[in-house]
């Protein structure tokens, strides 16, 4: 079992910057990728981020377009994502997952392990 907490989300204002973090307890070493996914009210979550452990690959979803990164520490288990240049579009629901998956990090169904979520506000 893996446990995800993630913290660092609240209101910003637009053009703004916020970084998340989510840390990983338990038993992570089965995990190969973790990622941020997101989800507006009425929406499917949808895809962010995503980092492989090994190797340190990332992977981002289209209209990230260069204002997101993600990073990780693999020695105190945490991810983050820092987001620069928010946008009112961007607010959201952040959830941080952990995936076993060799390939589709990307997709949410890839994934074993869900953090709570934190909430991301972008006031116009």
């Known amino acids: 079992q893996v446990q995800l907490v993630e913290s660092g989300g609240g209101l910003v204002q637009a053009g703004g910057s916020l970084s998340l973090s989510c840390a990983a307890s338990g038993s992570p070493f089965r995990i190969n990728a973790m990622g941020w996914f997101r989800q507006a009210p009425g929406k499917e979550r949808e895809f962010v981020a995503a980092i492989r452990l090994n190797g340190g690959s990332t992977y981002y979803g289209a209209f990230v377009k260069g204002r997101f990164t993600i990073s990780r520490n693999n020695a105190n288990n945490t991810v983050y994502l820092q987001m620069n240049g928010l946008e009112p579009e961007d607010a959201a629901v952040y959830y941080c997952?952990?995936?076993?998956?060799?390939?589709?990090?990307?997709?949410?169904?890839?994934?074993?392990?869900w953090g709570q979520g934190t909430q991301v506000t972008v006031s116009s």
């Open positions: 997952g952990a995936s076993r998956a060799m390939v589709g990090i990307a997709t949410v169904r890839n994934y074993d392990y």
